[in-house]
């Protein structure tokens, strides 16, 4: 692992952000209730991340309502609390007083069950929060408790425009930042400006949505990837890590492939190469033709909606459909129920997102395209799928999800995967799941188009095997 200096910290340069903690389910998400974490595999996730070098951890009394704190106590108790540092935040709140600012800090004491927090933020100041944090008295709250010992440095997280930003670094001696940086928002959304303007204050910096809330752990599809084993989540981590007023790199990691891939990565870390520099802004370009949602999961919008849409979640999918140009996943939001898009346009989502994105607006763009595939549906099965059978190979959720959309459509289809695949994915497999090995599955659907319900990385290898094995590759999609 790598270490970056912070006063006499030595922070790990990967950090574990704990917002997308992994889900009893298994779904991709930010978890809404504590009911929903898989708290087995978080011990097994921390454990992990420790013994490889990992010490920052960083959370916020917001996340899922308290439970992320809770959780992440709970899995740092039976490590030694002087060998990792816990970053922890308090939103601004209308009007709070010193009272209550106390009672929500003594609280994420207890449920961090630590007696001092190494770097306490003030949590998301954006233009609309900022007058508040002033108005509460945070700062003095956080220096007296610095001076008491139950904080040791004061910091901040940021998502409001560059003008606020200066206006940030100069009212109070902040020390250390936390910034959404990363290779798209560099150019769209001014990061490189915001990154400057810390650089310039000697601020150090911890970087947020490295990847993106995701959108960055795929290559578009119209891209030639690199022809080596590195991940994109691992381009899009190196890139940031390479900025030298970084100091530590937060990813929001969900299971252990996430843990394994980003540990691999910073493990080995190599600041990103010129000829990779190129690449990427190859990348960038091809991120800035296609029209996607900025929309990072975070997830803060979802429990004001008195619709109970999913906005993390169908933003996302929403995105991938814009990036493939095959529409599965905007098929997935149109068959499933849970996935309503039914948005009463009240606003009030509209305050608690960071990206500033036109909520209501890009729902109704959304049911646009969903009413114009719903129209084309038996065209999409006929022109897609001209046998009329088909295999899916994979074993995660949007293989699951397809499955079974494509049998409501009376379509014959079962799914695929080889052991290693199939293995992480038990608790579908046992409930949707008609697991069969590749080539036997080939052997009994001599006629089936394949469909390869994989990350891009496992497609690529499919696609190569399924050719070596000797199957068309025209039925291959
Ligand atoms: S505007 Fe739409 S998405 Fe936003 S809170 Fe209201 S119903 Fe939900
Ligand atoms: S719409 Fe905004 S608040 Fe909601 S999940 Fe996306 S980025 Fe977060």
């Known amino acids: 692992m790598v270490y970056r200096k912070h006063n006499n910290n030595n922070l ?59 959780a992440l ?181 969900s299971n252990m492939e996430h843990v394994r891939d980003n540990v691999k990565t910073m493990q080995e870390f190599k600041p990103i190469s010129d000829g990779e520099q190129e690449f990427i802004d190859d990348v960038v370009r091809k991120h800035l033709l296609m029209d996607n949602i900025p929309c990072t999961a975070c997830g803060y919008c979802v429990p004001h909606c008195p619709k109970k849409i999913e906005i993390s979640r169908v933003f996302p999918l929403y995105n991938d459909n814009i990036r493939s140009s095959r529409w599965t996943s905007l098929w997935l939001i149109s068959s499933e129920d849970r996935f309503n898009i039914d948005c009463i346009k009240c606003n009030q989502c509209l305050p608690h997102c960071p990206q500033n994105i036109s909520i209501p607006g890009e729902l109704e763009k959304m049911q646009a395209s969903l009413n114009i595939l719903q129209k084309e549906n038996r065209h999409y099965f006929t022109e897609y799928i001209p046998h009329g059978e088909v295999i899916l190979y994979g074993a995660g959720v949007n293989a699951a999800l397809m499955l079974k959309a494509w049998k409501s459509q009376g379509l014959h289809a079962v799914c695929f995967a080889d052991a290693d695949n199939a293995k992480h994915y038990t608790r579908f497999n046992e409930t949707c799941y008609e697991i069969l090995p590749p080539l036997e599955a080939i052997s009994h659907y001599p006629n089936a188009c394949i469909y390869i319900a994989l990350a891009q990385n496992n497609f690529r290898s499919a696609v190569k095997y399924l050719i070596e094995i000797g199957f068309p590759e025209e039925r291959i999609f």
């Open 12 to 70: 790990s340069l990967l950090g574990f952000g704990f917002l997308r903690l992994p889900l009893l389910s298994g779904k991709p998400g930010v978890p809404v209730s504590g009911d929903e974490i898989d708290y087995e595999h978080l011990q097994t996730m921390v454990d992990y991340s420790i013994e490889n070098g990992i010490n920052f951890f960083d959370t916020s009394h917001v996340y899922t309502d308290g439970y992320s704190e809770i």
């Open 73 to 253: 106590g709970q899995a740092l108790k039976k490590h030694d609390r002087s060998k990792v540092y816990i970053s922890t935040k308090m939103t601004a709140g209308r009007n709070r007083t010193v009272d209550e600012m106390s009672a929500i800090f003594d609280a994420q004491l207890e449920r961090l069950q630590t007696d001092y927090i190494d770097y306490y933020l003030f949590h998301n100041i954006r233009n609309q929060s900022w007058d508040s944090f002033k108005q509460s008295g945070l700062w003095d709250f956080l220096c007296k408790k610095k001076k008491e010992g139950q904080v040791r440095h004061i910091g901040f997280s940021f998502h409001g425009t560059t003008d606020l930003l200066r206006e940030v670094v100069e009212e109070y001696d902040f020390e250390l930042v936390m910034l959404q940086l990363n290779y798209l928002d560099w150019i769209m959304q001014s990061a490189d400006e915001q990154y400057k303007i810390c650089a310039e204050k000697n601020i150090p910096i911890a970087v947020m949505e490295p990847v993106r809330g995701g959108a960055l752990a795929k290559w578009p599809d119209d891209i030639n990837p690199p022809k080596n084993e590195m991940s994109p989540a691992s381009y899009a981590i190196r890139w940031v890590a390479s900025l030298p007023k970084v100091v530590c790199v937060l990813s929001g990691m």
